[in-house]
Nanobody, 122 residues
Framework: QVQFVESGGGLVQPGGSLRLSCAAS????????MGWYRQLPGKQREWVAV???????NYLDSVKGRFTISRDNAKNTVYLQMNSLKPEDTAVYYC????????????????WGQGTQVTVSS
């Protein structure tokens, strides 16, 4: 069973930065494209950033230029560097595999970690 363990969240002021980490079990990172998702209060989970197996990336328009996704296959870890954070980035962030279907990115697995809370507030 695939497992994801997210960490690195916290409380940060607007304009600040955080680096999220996601440790994945097995060799998921070396096989599949990976993504970061977030769930804002009262809303459905949405994809935020995607790192394809060929190294290409995609970002939600609202985070382009501020967030960067990367991975370290040797450590089975995927990262999300978040800069210039805004209050509207406040959410629980998750990682998972990703594939493209019906005009959006979706997780291959319906297994989710506990997520990591990011709160952007002054």
């Amino acid at each position: 069973q695939v497992q994801f363990v997210e960490s690195g969240g916290g409380l940060v002021q607007p304009g600040g930065s955080l680096r999220l980490s996601c440790a994945a079990s097995g060799s998921v990172l070396s096989i599949y494209s990976m993504g970061w998702y977030r769930q804002l209060p009262g809303k459905q989970r949405e994809w935020v950033a995607v790192l394809h197996t060929n190294g290409n990336t995609n970002y939600l328009d609202s985070v382009k230029g501020r967030f960067t996704i990367s991975r370290d296959n040797a450590k089975n870890t995927v990262y999300l560097q978040m800069n210039s954070l805004k209050p509207e980035d406040t959410a629980v962030y998750y990682c998972n595999t990703v594939y493209y279907s019906l005009n959006t990115y979706r997780p291959r697995y319906d297994y989710w970690g506990q997520g990591t809370q990011v709160t952007v507030s002054s």
